[in-house]
């Protein structure tokens, strides 16, 4: 599922996990549920059931915790430039690795956010990935503090692959269209990372 995995410290890891513990960057997480619902006001495409109650099923988000995050900021257009300025030589040093840097090829490293689970606080995420545009071309975690419990997977069918390279210090990266997601943590410890995309852009 990865394709690179390293072990790297920056030296700013404590500064940054302080930095996410603001809550500016409070945000609750959720995912969409589907549910069948019955009623009237049902449209034909909405039918699921031709007698009795008209049934339907509809989208529902549901909460499945809090985390505090960069991501949602990102989405709108704002760049952690201290993050992006630390990490972009370490992408370039990785793309470098697989011959992808250079020969006219231009890419963005500015899709970058902290991701921080605070201690004794329920959250988890399900499965997702970072694929939205044919640019999107590869996903890195960098797990800043994590508990030795494996948290990440990826997902391959029914089944959740968990990497042995997501201990504190490591670095993986991994094509965006890969399904991943983040259980929760048995003893709710506190849990930071860094995460972002490698775009091509021409």
Aim: glycine share 8%; with cysteine.
């Amino acid at each position: 599922m990865w394709i690179h995995s390293e072990k790297w410290v920056h030296g700013k890891e404590e500064y940054f996990i302080e930095k996410y513990r603001d809550d500016t960057y409070r945000k609750e997480l959720h995912y969409q549920e589907h549910q069948p619902i019955s009623g009237k006001n049902v449209t034909k495409d909405q039918l699921l059931g031709k007698h009795g109650l008209y049934k339907s099923s509809q989208s529902k988000s549901v909460c499945s915790g809090l985390h505090w995050t960069g991501y949602y900021k990102n989405e709108l257009g704002y760049v952690d430039m201290e993050m992006s300025q630390l990490y972009t030589p370490k992408l370039v040093e990785i793309l470098k690795l697989f011959r992808l840097y250079g020969k006219h090829r231009i890419y963005s490293f500015s899709s970058i956010w902290g991701q921080l689970s605070k201690k004794d606080v329920e959250g988890f995420m399900v499965d997702h990935d970072h694929y939205t545009e044919m640019g999107d071309m590869l996903s890195w975690v960098h797990f800043i503090k994590v508990p030795s419990q494996d948290c990440f997977y990826f997902r391959k069918g029914d089944n959740k692959i968990y990497p042995s390279c997501q201990r504190s210090g490591n670095l993986i990266v991994f094509p965006s269209y890969c399904y991943h997601g983040v259980d929760e943590r048995i003893n709710l410890d506190e849990r930071f990372v860094i995460v972002g995309n490698i775009i091509r852009t021409k």
